[in-house]
């Protein structure tokens, strides 16, 4: 028995190792990493692809994102765009890389000889040293047909490295194949040939040519995608309100709790113009933010007899998500964090053009500038915004 077990792995350990010799000798995926948290897929494209980089793997950091994965990992990434740092804490632990000065400091200030990389306005962390910094995370490497598949997860797995790959074999092709759709250059025309002198001849009357048909041209990155679009309340609030409606946009202001005493009369205006407010809750557990949502719902009544009915609560999982929809309210959950992108170009890249895209962007000055770029873009490749009223999001979200 022992003997046939023994015999079983070393023929799957032979096939492993024959798939990655075919792929890196097809030269087609031996550099693509793709990429999984616990039994999620996350999109790669060519700004957030996994990289090497002094002998260590560096992943973008938003596989760390409860809002980008919307998974609980119990660690958590949050870039802040002001000051330029990435937080990655577990609630005990805590380490701020410090993108100017190129250098990490824990929650004490105590230097860490530890740093991110910046590449394509993406920052990218070692994620085998934050394994080990934190302890209740791991990640893994396993080669795909389509690329080595870079996976971070906690004890809340359910499935084995082998067994998702073989679970999500389509979607891990589906990914490899819009990579590759997204890198590819246009096509070169054929060189125009050199006239030659013709033989002096009589010349016939010509006969009309057919005009040629023009070659189909190359569809824009987020053509025809469908989007609706969130704000997180910033500083420039009132200046972004104002740019979506100048261009006949309506989008979901998101506000926290603590934040609409002081901004009353922009919450009456917002709603008054026909854009829709609702409320990002930071709780990390259901009863939190469920009590987060008792008040803001209250505030909102006294400030504009506005019902709350959207919110967003980015550090609960699914669980957690589903108390929240049992309570009555509709959540947002962010699909494409445009911050996380860095510019309008590739925030088009990350859109589907098969099913919505929830978009959510800042109100602080990196945000209004790139929405204006980005709004222009979304024009040029028609696509469709809609906005995010409660039927529209309960339809999407549940």
């Not at 350990?13 to 990493?33: K, W």
């Not at 596989?63 to 740092?85: E, K």
């Not at 306005?121 to 791991?138: A, E, K, R």
């Not at 945000?367 to 409660?390: D, E, F, H, I």
Request: negative net charge; hydrophobic residues 40%.
């Amino acid at each position: 028995m022992k003997r046939a077990i023994k015999i079983i792995l070393t023929a799957a350990l032979c096939v492993s190792i024959l798939m990655g010799l075919i792929v890196s000798a097809n030269g087609s995926a031996a550099s693509i990493y793709l990429m999984a948290v616990n039994d999620r897929p996350m999109e790669m494209t060519a700004e957030n692809m996994p990289m090497w980089a002094g002998g260590a793997l560096y992943v973008p950091y938003t596989m760390l994102s409860s809002r980008v994965t919307t998974i609980n990992l119990g660690v958590s990434a949050q870039y802040n765009s002001t000051r330029r740092t990435v937080l990655v804490s577990s609630g005990q632990q805590g380490v701020v890389f410090d993108l100017q000065a190129n250098s990490a400091y824990d929650i004490q200030n105590n230097p860490l000889d530890v740093h991110a990389v910046v590449r394509n306005s993406m920052v990218f962390l070692p994620i085998g040293w934050i394994c080990g910094y934190f302890g209740n995370i791991n990640y893994s490497l396993t080669p795909t047909p389509y690329g080595t598949l870079v996976r971070v997860t906690n004890s809340a797995v359910v499935l084995t490295d082998q067994e998702y790959v073989g679970a999500a074999s389509s979607q891990l092709a589906d990914n490899y194949n819009r990579y590759l759709a997204s890198i590819q250059p246009p096509a070169t025309p054929a060189p125009t040939p050199r006239p030659t002198a013709a033989p002096s001849v009589p010349t016939p009357v010509p006969t009309p040519a057919a005009t040629p048909t023009p070659a189909p041209s190359e569809p824009l990155p987020g053509e025809n995608a469908e989007v609706s679009l969130a704000y997180r309340w910033g500083n420039h609030g009132a200046e972004v309100a104002e740019s979506l409606e100048n261009a006949n946009l309506r989008a979901l202001f998101l506000f926290s709790p603590d934040e609409l005493p002081d901004n009353d009369d922009a919450v009456r205006r917002l709603i008054a113009v026909g854009h829709t407010v609702g409320l990002t809750l930071s709780g990390e557990t259901a009863e939190d933010c469920l009590t987060q949502a008792e008040e803001g719902s209250a505030l909102l009544a006294a400030i504009a007899r506005y019902p709350l009915m959207v919110v967003e609560a980015p550090a609960l999982d699914e669980s957690g998500q589903d108390a929240l929809r049992q309570a009555g309210y509709i959540l947002w959950v962010t699909q494409v964090d445009a911050g996380y992108y860095g510019s309008a170009s590739a925030v088009m890249r990350a859109l589907s053009t098969r099913s919505a895209n929830l978009v959510e962007l800042t109100c602080d000055e990196a945000g209004l500038s790139l929405s204006q770029y980005l709004w222009n873009s979304m024009t040029t490749a028609k696509c469709t915004v809609r906005q995010a009223v409660p039927p529209l999001l309960a339809s999407l979200t549940g």
